[in-house]
């Protein structure tokens, strides 16, 4: 039997690479390709291509504390790029592809409410970019879905995990900023079950949800002319555009913020109660951003000099900070995550890595935090120096 299932998925396979539609097998195997890619085969799937942001390489600054770069973790991880690669991070083209006869394909994880996303194009290719793939899930979503929503034209710019505050922030508001600004807002697509966060960051620029087309998630929407917009996460162009776009006024930022997570699920500072003293002795005031409203939140940053938090969610918000605030991040460097780092570098501030230890018998992402107490006091010693200048 274990024959027979081999030389059945490598005929399947065979048949696929052949030019035979994947449809015809249940889409159990699926050819990938990337929007270059089917440009350059120039396979009519590609309607228009147009380059908005050209490929650059970033010069950015060490963390204030870091005094050689080879100190900087340079495992890559799940996010294919480390601590190590910010100083000189490429940051990808923006693009917006057209593309002919796709089929859109949402789900959400039971287990945790994630949100994945993958294309079907015309002749059963699955883009592949950097936040979303063709899997087994799409598939059997494929198959299982109701009567598809069938649209002329549509543009899509949702990736992995919109409904994560700090993905929302960060690699779709600008989105959103940049199609407003271009005057190609119409056909874009907004999921109908999401986050009030999305909605009250949409209303904060202007764009009213409610006047925008929906989809249902795990309906498959088949599109004509489907427009695509590749982005990276981290380019300053996009990053500081939710910044840009708001009235911040004259005030002077002078506020020191602590962004606890002591309510949180996962990633605590467990010895927070050692710790909080040092911050509170330097002027720092503790917040709880899970009881702010995401307006509370903007203006909160808009007057804050010094923005402190475990690595979480929080810390996105210094997306509207003034450029040049000083930015804290408490980490374990074990897993590293660049991502904060790579934010702050991309928005202008100064940002400072205090390394943590990982604790529990969990998955990383999971663990909660210790951080030792002379670490914390050194770093804020040197910031309360600089601020002080």
Not at 75 to 97: I, K, N
Not at 253 to 265: C, L
Not at 307 to 332: K, Q, S, W, Y
Request: glycine share 4%; charged share 25%.
């Amino acid at each position: 039997m274990g024959r027979m299932r081999h030389w059945h998925r490598a005929f399947i396979k065979r048949c696929v690479d052949a030019g035979m539609p994947a449809r015809r097998f249940g889409y159990r195997y699926v050819r990938s390709a990337t929007p270059r890619e089917l440009h350059d085969y120039q396979s009519g799937e590609v309607l228009k291509c147009e380059r908005i942001h050209a490929e650059n390489v970033a010069h950015n600054p060490l963390p204030v504390n870091v005094p050689d770069r080879d100190q900087l973790p340079a495992e890559r991880g799940w996010w294919h790029y480390s601590f190590h690669d910010v100083p000189s991070r490429t940051s990808t083209p923006t693009t917006t592809w057209t593309l002919a006869d796709c089929r859109v394909v949402t789900y959400l994880r039971p287990d945790n409410g994630d949100f994945w996303v993958g294309i079907l194009t015309g002749q059963d290719r699955a883009l592949s970019l950097r936040e979303f793939h063709f899997r087994e899930t799409h598939r059997q979503a494929l198959l299982s879905s109701p009567r598809p929503l069938k649209l002329e034209r549509a543009t899509w710019l949702l990736e992995r995990v919109y409904n994560n505050y700090s993905h929302w922030l960060t690699a779709h508001l600008p989105k959103f900023l940049l199609m407003k600004e271009r005057g190609e807002l119409s056909d874009v697509l907004l999921p109908a079950q999401r986050p009030c966060f999305v909605d009250d960051s949409l209303r904060m620029y202007g764009i009213e949800p409610a006047s925008m087309r929906t989809f249902d998630v795990g309906t498959t929407v088949e599109v004509e002319e489907l427009t695509l917009v590749e982005s990276d996460r981290f380019r300053p162009e996009l990053l500081r555009m939710p910044r840009e776009h708001l009235a911040s006024g004259d005030r002077q930022p002078t506020r020191r913020v602590f962004i606890s997570r002591e309510h949180a699920p996962r990633r605590r500072l467990m010895n927070e109660d050692l710790i909080w003293p040092l911050f509170e002795r330097d002027g720092f005031e503790r917040v709880f951003t899970e009881r702010m409203s995401f307006a509370e939140q903007v203006r909160l940053m808009q007057e804050t000099s010094v923005l402190a938090a475990p690595h979480g969610a929080g810390l996105t918000n210094m997306m509207f900070c003034r450029e040049g605030t000083h930015v804290i991040e408490i980490a374990d460097l074990t897993f590293p995550n660049p991502n904060f780092y790579a934010t702050a570098a991309a928005l202008g501030h100064h940002y400072w890595l205090i390394e943590a230890e990982g604790v529990g018998d969990v998955h990383p992402l999971e663990k909660d935090l210790r951080v030792e107490p002379s670490a914390v006091e050194a770093v804020l010693t040197r910031v309360e120096a600089t601020v002080a200048r």
